[in-house]
């Protein structure tokens, strides 16, 4: 589904709909700067409670001020952004004041969030069948967050492993999939005006 601009009568996808607010260069600067911090982490040998717990607080409120800036460039799903960001920036606080969970508690959290993310993302992407836009890359994104919930949850002894991964892996899919939304504006932006 494919909708039309009124200012210049072009049609674009409700991606493309959705952030025609942000700038693609902004999305392209975001997108490599999660990619250099998922590196990082993934670079890190993190064996305490401790740093595990900063690193996912970290990751937590550098995501919930992602979904803000996504409820800047919404239209439609403000809301959803918003109270994702409050949920986001509320567990980065709590990892953040007590670092010293066990490892046991943490991955349950994060198992519980890739699970509602996952389910998130495969019902937008169902939404967005047919756009030909990224809903593809939504569907398997959300498909990969549920097996790692399910995963997590069914192995809480690796949950050191699983957390550094969970930031990591997750820093690098957004970081993706930002600089490929950046491209799709910029390419959009730059396409004739016409029908």
């Known amino acids: 589904m494919t909708y039309a601009d009124p200012a210049t009568g072009r049609t ?7 952030t025609a607010t942000v700038r693609w260069w902004v999305l392209l600067t975001i997108g490599i700067a999660w990619l250099v ?3 990082m982490v993934l670079q890190f040998d993190l064996t305490s409670a401790r740093s595990i717990a900063l690193v996912t607080g970290l990751m937590l409120i550098v995501a919930a001020f992602s979904q803000l800036a996504d409820v800047a460039a919404a ?3 403000r809301v959803v952004h918003a109270v994702l ?5 509320t567990g980065g606080l709590i990892a953040l004041v007590w670092p010293d969970p066990t490892f046991l508690a943490l991955a349950r959290l994060i198992a519980w969030l890739l699970l509602f993310k996952g389910c998130a993302n495969i019902v937008v ?14 569907l398997g994104l ?9 995963w997590a949850a069914g192995v809480p002894s690796r949950s050191a492993t699983l957390l550094v991964l969970w930031v ?3 820093a690098l899919t957004k970081g993706v999939a930002d600089i490929v939304l950046a491209f799709g504006i910029r390419t959009w932006e730059r396409a004739p005006a016409g029908p």
Request: aromatic content about 14%; charged content about 5%.
């Open 12 to 18: 674009r996808s409700p991606i493309l709909t959705a």
């Open 37 to 39: 911090f998922g590196m």
């Open 75 to 77: 239209r439609g799903h």
């Open 85 to 89: 960001a409050g949920i986001l920036f």
């Open 125 to 138: 992407a169902l939404l967005l069948y047919g756009s030909g836009a990224l809903w593809w890359l939504l």
């Open 142 to 150: 959300g498909a990969v967050e549920i097996v790692v919930a399910f």
């Open 168 to 170: 990591g892996l997750t």
